[in-house]
């Protein structure tokens, strides 16, 4: 398998630095992207994104978009992959010789991409929820974009798993629902989907915003007895696309998913 180091095709897997501090600190910042139909889906959004969050976490990496993305292209097709569903993975990481976790103005940065073929598609295969024990901090930038820190995802998805269900719902210190281990959330009320705002400890996924911009939902918070009155709830990320939900611990949300299965004709009839 080839991959991208720094904007070198290499087929080393063995790149990463004793100083790069995503593994040594988490300190590091990714997007995950789906090929498909020989394009990167909403890859401006995505590195609108990932540029936002470097400069929020200081990072100073420079991306040109056109570049980065003629790049991912000739390592799909370096690895074979022009004509498969594919997921991409952008992560850049900050590296210093000094230890401890100060910012010096010396410190570079490791990008790397990697790709894999899509093996399992479950776009509008209906998943089961949990409520996660664990609490999301709403007052934390961590939430709001997608980090090298993802051991409360990583945990509260294993938790759920082991209860028998494919995912929890992360609920956060004022009782709102804010999202999923790796998808955000909607729910159906007055025949109108709303998801939770940035502000109850969301990240902004890019269907989430692509959903906002074209007036398919809007936002509004709601807390988990409410949402269990809700009768069509799904979930969305940028690999799976949408999912709807079928139960939410033992409670039935519903039996039909009409307006999700609607709502995920008009993705696909824009090419999402």
């Known amino acids: 398998m ?10 080393n897997k063995n790149i990463i630095s004793i100083e790069d501090r995503g593994y040594l600190l988490g300190d590091a910042v990714f997007e995950t992207i789906l090929y498909k139909d020989k394009d990167l889906i909403l890859f401006n959004l995505h590195l609108d994104r990932l540029i936002s969050s470097l400069k929020l976490v200081k990072i100073k990496a420079i991306l040109d978009k056109g570049k980065l993305h003629q790049d991912i292209l000739k390592l799909v097709k370096k690895n074979k992959l022009s004509d498969k569903t594919t997921v991409i993975r952008i992560t850049i990481s900050r590296v210093s010789n ?23 598609d479950l776009r509008l295969k209906p998943i089961t929820l949990d409520i996660a024990n664990i609490k999301r901090n709403e007052k934390s930038f961590i939430n709001k974009i997608k980090s090298g820190n993802y051991l409360e995802n990583i945990i509260a998805k294993d938790d759920a798993v082991q209860a028998g269900y494919d995912d929890a ?30 502000s109850d400890g969301v990240l902004n996924g890019t269907i989430r915003e692509f959903l906002i911009r074209k007036k398919k939902v809007a936002v509004r918070s709601i807390k988990i007895d409410n949402l269990l009155k809700c009768k069509e ?3 969305s990320n940028s690999v ?5 939900v079928k139960y939410i611990k033992k409670k039935l949300i519903g039996k039909n998913f009409d307006n999700t299965i609607k709502l995920n004709k008009f993705m696909l009839d824009k090419g999402i």
């Open 98 to 120: 000094e230890r401890g976790i100060d910012i010096h103005k010396k410190q570079g940065a490791c990008i790397t991409v990697k790709v894999s073929a899509l093996k399992n």
């Open 233 to 235: 709830i799904f979930l």
């Open 169 to 198: 719902i992360f609920t956060n210190n004022s009782g709102k629902v804010s999202s999923c281990t790796t998808s955000n959330i909607y729910f159906l009320q007055n025949n109108k989907f709303y998801t939770p705002p940035v």
């Open 240 to 244: 799976y696309g949408i999912r709807p």
């Open 2 to 11: 080839y991959i991208l180091n720094n904007g070198k095709l290499t087929r």
